[in-house]
């Protein structure tokens, strides 16, 4: 089992910028992918961005492409989400979970380990 815990998030106005932290422990840290998911009262959870173990892959929601960017340090087991350029939509509690393999995509399903999620609210 691993153990996901986000940090970072915060109130900031629209336009700005937030990076999310996801420290990561348990299962050998190089060996899974990591995805950002998002969900708002309401809405099923959304994904946002995966990354693969080795970081030499990724992806990305259409709503965040070209303004939010993942990146992983497999030394220091963590996993960052910077988001720029941020809109009052992007509102929400973001997740991150441990995927069960080395590639893993935008379906919830691939990943078994999930965080307890930090608030990220954009004002307009």
């Known amino acids: 089992q691993v153990r996901m815990v986000e940090s970072g998030g915060g109130l900031v106005q629209a336009g700005g910028s937030l990076r999310l932290s996801c420290a990561a422990s348990?299962?050998?840290?190089?060996?899974?992918?990591v995805g950002w998911f998002r969900q708002t009262p309401g809405r099923e959870r959304e994904f946002v961005a995966s990354?693969?173990?080795?970081?030499?892959?990724?992806y990305y929601a259409d709503s965040v492409k070209g303004r939010f960017t993942i990146s992983r340090d497999n030394v220091k087991n963590m996993v960052y989400l910077q988001m720029n350029g941020l809109k009052p939509e992007d509102t929400a509690v973001y997740y991150c979970?441990?995927?069960?393999?080395?590639?893993?995509?935008?379906?919830?399903?691939?990943?078994?380990?999930w965080g307890q999620g930090t608030q990220v609210t954009v004002s307009s």
């Open positions: 979970a441990a995927g069960t393999r080395r590639v893993a995509g935008q379906n919830s399903v691939e990943y078994d380990s």
């Open positions: 990354i693969s173990c080795s970081g030499g892959s990724t």
């Open positions: 348990g299962r050998t840290f190089s060996c899974y992918a």
